[in-house]
DNA sequence: ACAAATGATAAGGCATGCCTTATCATTTGT
DNA sequence: ACAAATGATAAGGCATGCCTTATCATTTGT
């Protein structure tokens, strides 16, 4: 396969991020709902990467990626997470701004530039999100805040980035990996937090893309 | 103007900078010669630049940047200028292939990260190739090396990223800003000098790239 | 089991940025 | 002044990645 373009990229990228961890196809809808394309945009470009050899397509089921379509997705992800430490660390980018740029950024070098940037910048094991770099398919350690427990106190770990609107959240709420987060009460898909001394009202969804380990019985 | 595409920003980096100092409009030729572009695919895109308001066309004379034009061009070649340092000076990227990636990484990445960037470097003042930052304008010090003379020792000022070709001897001799050079005989098309203490023969044209301040009668 | 929901696919369209072929206009050198 | 070189422009094509409308197939829930 010779030089993916970007768009063939994004999507790789995207089945690789969505993918289920019990190696079911992934339903077309959850790709058209991460773009917000159309279903037949979709569909072309999903034959675009069979037709390619990047993955596999079985109507009314999903898609799969390859073994060749994996890796290319790997290599994107390891890049985007690279650049992401290198727009947060040195150049104090939020996190949700960070995510955004990484997703041209990816793009614009190749490999052998982010692994000197990765070594440049003492190569880190998380992105800012919380994603570990070197093992892209590790889950988030812990829960998903969403279904946390009122009284108990969480450490994020992890700050999913598929939700745009969580990473704003975070930004504003000052939440990055490594923040204590108390539940204070859950009511009708709304959980009152306590986030560095300021209690927040969100809903359950924005929370679901928190992750966090339960530290409530000490460290 | 809403977000240039890459192409049109291309466009109006190359008319900047291969635009005559005396305010003459640019031959279309001249970009075809930069691009390698059929006459037709210039012509097409600078209507496009004209459409836009970024440039003013000229039938049979040649195409002009509007202030509109000029301004997004300086702010692509200072992105350019700005990623070159950070690859050359942080990630140790040879001046060739920096020149190249910054191509892409250019638009990336809007001002206001890439002015961030400027700070996390040092405010540098002249990008890997010697051209100078924040007088984009400035022409390069001394006089081109392929107007040099023999028996002259020159140090170099600036090696202009246009021609590929002297990039890559740049970076095979080891020249760069601040090295010596001395022509040692200038014959028929062809210069043989003397850099870093070794003896090489390279054609006129290639040097006409290299520019240099005559440094033998001591500094 | 069947209707409703969901998914697949065919046909045709559009903007972008490149191309070739062909024709016509202007400039240039002698 | 005129032929040759150069430049402009019209017409039509192509790949990419998006779109809408319309039809047909499968899966799903009751
Ligand atoms: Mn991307
Ligand atoms: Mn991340
Ligand atoms: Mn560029
Ligand atoms: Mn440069």
């Known amino acids: 396969m010779i030089n993916p373009s970007v768009s063939i990229e994004d ?33 072309e470009m999903v034959q675009k990467l069979v037709q390619r050899g990047l993955a596999v397509y079985i109507p009314y089921k999903g898609v799969l990626l390859t073994l060749t379509g994996s890796t290319t997705a790997e290599a994107l992800i390891r890049r985007h997470r690279i650049w992401e430490c290198f727009l947060s660390n040195e150049l104090a980018v939020p996190i949700d701004e960070a995510h955004q740029l990484a997703g041209d950024l990816e793009h614009a070098a190749p490999d052998w530039i982010t692994e000197r940037l990765f070594n440049h910048l003492g190569q880190p094991s998380f992105c800012p999100h919380g994603s570990a770099i070197d093992e892209l398919t590790s889950t988030p350690v812990g829960i998903s805040i969403a279904n946390g427990q009122a009284g108990r106190t969480y450490v994020i770990s992890c700050i ?52 966090g380990m339960d530290m409530t019985d000490g460290s």
Chains 1, 2 share one sequence.
């Open 11 to 43: 999507y790789l990228g995207a089945i690789y991020r969505l993918q289920r961890k019990d190696g079911q196809p992934l339903p077309l809808g959850d790709l058209q709902e991460h773009f917000g394309f159309s279903p037949i945009s979709i569909h």
């Open 160 to 211: 999913s980035p598929e939700n745009s609107n969580s990473l704003q959240i975070a930004r504003e709420a000052g939440i990055l990996p490594g923040s204590s987060l108390t539940i204070i009460e859950k009511k009708n898909g709304n959980i009152e937090i306590e986030i560095n001394d300021q209690k927040k009202q969100l809903s359950e969804d924005d929370l679901a893309y928190f992750w």
